[in-house]
Nanobody, 116 residues
């Protein structure tokens, strides 16, 4: 049974920082890419950052230079360091994995609110 549990969301002022974490279980963590998505009210869910099994990363243009995704294969965790936060970063952030059997799994989401 695959489980993804996010933590670290909250309320922060513009220009501040937050660090999100996602603990994964039930998958061969070191063999899969891990993603962070976000969904703002009234908007589609969008990919924010991805880290492959070998550590290659890519980011949405809107967060490049401000967000950093990382993983710890020993702890089965993936993190998202978010700096220089803007009000438009306000959203529910979701951890996601596509398993080796091509099933999509999502965490429950964590709210990030950036005040201006």
């Amino acid at each position: 049974q695959v489980q993804l549990v996010e933590s670290g969301g909250g309320l922060v002022q513009a220009g501040g920082s937050l660090r999100l974490s996602c603990a994964a279980s039930g998958i061969i963590f070191s063999a899969v890419a891990m993603d962070w998505y976000r969904q703002a009210p009234g908007k589609r869910r969008e990919l924010v950052a991805r880290i492959t099994s070998v550590g290659a990363t890519n980011y949405a243009d809107s967060v490049k230079g401000r967000f950093t995704i990382s993983r710890d294969n020993a702890k089965n965790t993936v993190s998202l360091q978010m700096d220089s936060l803007k009000p438009e970063d306000t959203a529910v952030y979701y951890c996601h994995v596509l398993s080796l059997a091509n099933y999509n799994y999502w965490g429950q989401g964590t709210q990030v609110t950036v005040s201006s």
